[in-house]
């Protein structure tokens, strides 16, 4: 079984930054790609960002402000996000795709961190 946790975030105001981590642990024999999304207040999950060995995507409303990295060899992604706004506030989870120690294939979400930005 594979657990995926978030960390990080918090409380910025408007043109700040944070910096969120996911970290993957378990079972694990490769990971394919990470992914974050978003969930503001009385709306659906939505995507931000994507990386994976070949590709990084983002959001159109994050493109040039929020930054994905990955760590392959410690199973961990990073999410910088520049130039926040109130419209960024909401609960960030964390995506992780692979495969586990059994050669299954597997998607696991974290639990999820709020991010509030005062305006």
């Known amino acids: 079984q594979v657990q995926v946790v978030e960390s990080g975030g918090g409380l910025v105001q408007a043109g700040g930054s944070l910096r969120l981590s996911c970290a993957a642990s378990?079972?694990?024999?490769?990971?394919?790609?990470m992914d974050w999304y978003r969930q503001a207040p009385g709306k659906q999950r939505e995507f931000v960002a994507l990386?994976?060995?070949?590709?990084?995507n983002y959001a159109d409303s994050v493109k040039g402000r929020f930054n994905i990295s990955i760590d392959n060899a410690k199973n961990t992604v990073d999410l910088k996000m520049n130039s926040m706004k109130a419209e960024d506030t909401g609960v960030y989870y964390c995506?992780?795709?692979?495969?586990?120690?059994?050669?299954?294939?597997?998607?696991?979400w974290g639990r999820g961190t709020q991010d509030t930005v005062s305006s």
């Open positions: 990386t994976t060995i070949t590709t990084t």
């Open positions: 378990g079972s694990i024999f490769s990971i394919n790609g």
């Open positions: 995506h992780e795709r692979g495969i586990d120690s059994r050669r299954s294939h597997f998607g696991s």
